[in-house]
């Protein structure tokens, strides 16, 4: 088995009985990436989905809908917090940007993007407004999402620990009124399809509400197309399951 284009090639070991998979398909989708999309979201403040990203396993993460603000008056100084969903390190420099007051004291932020987290105290003594903020959206289990914390100073020092429960206190407070969303990648999946099971192919594909379905005739093969698709990561096994079970021939997957 050799590696090709980053998909697994598989040869058939009995050409009479077993479809195999090559990659002819990626001309159809010339972006070999795995999609997101979002499959909760609903007007209340939270979805019914609202587990972590731990739970949901490494290829689903929960984040916010929408751009949240929260606003608090601690010992005269007034904080806002404002959180946005991100996508990318450059999307977080954008939505800082947009965002930030040149007017106020502070502007002080978290982001975290899976494994990838950054903060900023923006002149606060060390660790008291980055750190907190930060520690605050993992504490949340919301994932790719920034919250900068603006602070307009009144007046009346707060100290280290004064500061360390005001930044995350509103962090907190913004996010648990921010509506969430699951969010789960798609598994691009290809197969090669004798035209005589293209029937019973597609009604299963229906079945497990498949998207960005593409069948190409000019395989170079005599009765043979091939069909690209994307389907919910955790739909994969089931959907291998179902069409081998309904299928008089093996087909083997090759996914991305």
Not at 26 to 46: D, E, Q, Y
Not at 239 to 253: G, W
Request: glycine letters at 8%; aromatic letters at 10%; charged letters at 20%.
């Amino acid at each position: 088995m050799g590696g090709v284009l980053g998909f697994d090639f598989f040869e058939a070991f009995d050409t009479q009985m077993t479809v195999s998979l090559t990659p002819y398909y990626l001309k159809l989708n010339p972006r070999i990436t795995a999609s997101l999309f979002v499959i909760a979201g609903t007007t209340n403040k939270k979805t019914m989905v609202t587990t972590t990203t731990s739970s949901n396993g490494p290829d689903s993460y929960t984040t916010i809908r929408e751009r949240v603000t929260f606003e608090k008056e601690i010992k005269r100084s007034k904080f806002i917090a404002i959180a946005g969903p991100i996508s990318d390190e450059q999307s977080a420099h954008s939505f800082l940007s947009e965002v930030r007051d040149s007017r106020a004291t502070h502007n002080c932020w978290a982001y975290k993007l899976g494994d990838q987290y950054r903060s900023n105290d923006d002149g606060e003594p060390s660790g008291t407004a980055g750190k907190p903020i930060y520690s605050a959206i993992d504490s949340s289990g919301i994932d790719r999402v920034m919250v900068v914390v603006i602070r307009y100073f009144g007046g009346i020092k707060l100290g280290t620990g004064g500061l360390v429960r005001a930044y995350g206190g509103v962090t907190s407070e913004c996010l648990k009124n921010a509506p969430t969303c699951l969010v789960k990648s798609k598994v691009l999946i290809g197969m090669e399809v004798p035209f005589d099971l293209l029937g019973v192919v597609y009604h299963q594909l229906q079945s497990f509400h498949v998207e960005d379905i593409n069948q190409d005739y000019d395989t170079g093969k005599d009765g043979i197309t091939i069909i690209s698709f994307s389907v919910d990561y955790d739909r994969v096994e089931s959907l291998e399951n179902a069409i081998k079970d309904n299928c008089s021939r093996q087909i083997v997957f090759a996914k991305h």
